[in-house]
């Protein structure tokens, strides 16, 4: 892959993140609209359902896209499901279906293009993944008020998708990432300790944030800046991961944020902190997982998807409480203390994330 300069790359993965954010928006609407419907005995069935299609299914969805190579396309098909979704809610499994796998589609091809141009920093992974926080909270809000996500999202998806498909034109195909990564090879054993290390940091990540959300429930009204505090976060933890150290830097936000996010229901200011610190790893495991992997970005991209959604239906199982707050905090630290520790054994000295 030629070189890019930094305005094009910048305003590449910027447009991706807007766009993460309004696919994410018309999902979650989506998502509330079907719960309204009744349909299903049990609300969980559809939360299971969704974080299956949309998740879940990231992972052999992204071994398909790597074979594939067509991310722009990926992502352009992603957007026109999540589009035509609503039309299929005469039929609720069926609209559930269909705005999940688009949902799941415009995250790997949009994370196959950011992984791709980031040249194996982290910092990049912040703007795609981050918006989508936003898009969340706003889903969340419109699905609570009963606004049906029809002919007003397809009309905005019909303009981004003209968009990626005009923005992506001279990155059709993505090349690996192997050339900036430096990749050394490795005993099996090493490689497999640092996929497994970051992969348990990750879900267990997901786990944490799932049970901090529902003690942040009752942080109202500072529950709203919640989504602000992990947007920036996730945001600004590459780009600090990539000036002070990938190991230093983001074993000390999960470490510090771990008292701070057992202080939820006391003292809501200092919850929003935690929230932030613990929210800096992700685009750092992201990063580290696509250059263990240079070969297969959307793989790399589902995998991480996979492990958020298992470890979102455990938090199920665990209950929301200060202590296994705490304790799943410091064990993601531990974690990814080693799994970075294996990393650094497989890359050369110059990309060391030290």
Sequence with gaps: ????????????????????????T??????????????????????????????????????????????????ACGC??????????????????????????????????????????????GVFVAPGTFGVAFGTVLGMKSIQPTLFFAALFAVTLATILLAGRSIWRVTTVSQHN?????????????????CGTVLLRSTVGQLSSEAAKSMM?????????????????????????????????????????????????AALVGFFLFSMSMSVTLAAMSNLLPASPGFAFGLTALCLAVGAFAALQIPSTDRAIFLLTVLSASLFYFGIRCYNNMVSTDNKSS
Aim: include cysteine; charged fraction near 10%.
């Design 221 to 269: 009204p500072w529950f709203y800046a919640v989504p602000v505090a992990v947007f920036a976060g996730k945001f600004c933890g590459g780009f600090l991961a990539d000036r002070f150290g990938w190991h230093r830097l983001t074993l000390f936000a999960i470490l510090v944020s771990a008292p701070f996010l057992c202080v939820v229901r006391i003292c809501p200011p």
């Design 182 to 198: 430096n990749v050394q090879k490795i005993s099996p054993a090493i490689f497999y300790g640092a996929m497994i290390f970051l």
């Design 1 to 24: 892959m030629e070189t890019r300069s930094r305005s094009f790359v910048g305003a590449t993965i910027t447009l991706h993140g807007l766009t993460h954010a309004l696919v994410d």
């Design 80 to 125: 026109l499901l999540v589009a035509l979704a609503p039309f299929f809610l005469t039929v609720p499994l069926l609209a559930l279906l269909v705005v999940g796998i688009g949902n799941a589609l415009y995250h790997l091809g949009g994370g196959m293009i950011t992984l791709s141009l980031s040249r194996g920093r982290a910092s990049l992974s």
């Design 26 to 75: 018309a999902s979650i609407c989506l998502y509330f609209t079907i719960l309204r419907l009744g349909v299903f005995d049990d609300p969980m069935t559809v939360f299971f359902l969704y974080g299956i299609f949309a998740f879940a299914m990231q992972s052999p969805l992204g071994f398909l896209a790597d074979w594939f190579n067509r991310p722009v396309l990926t992502a």
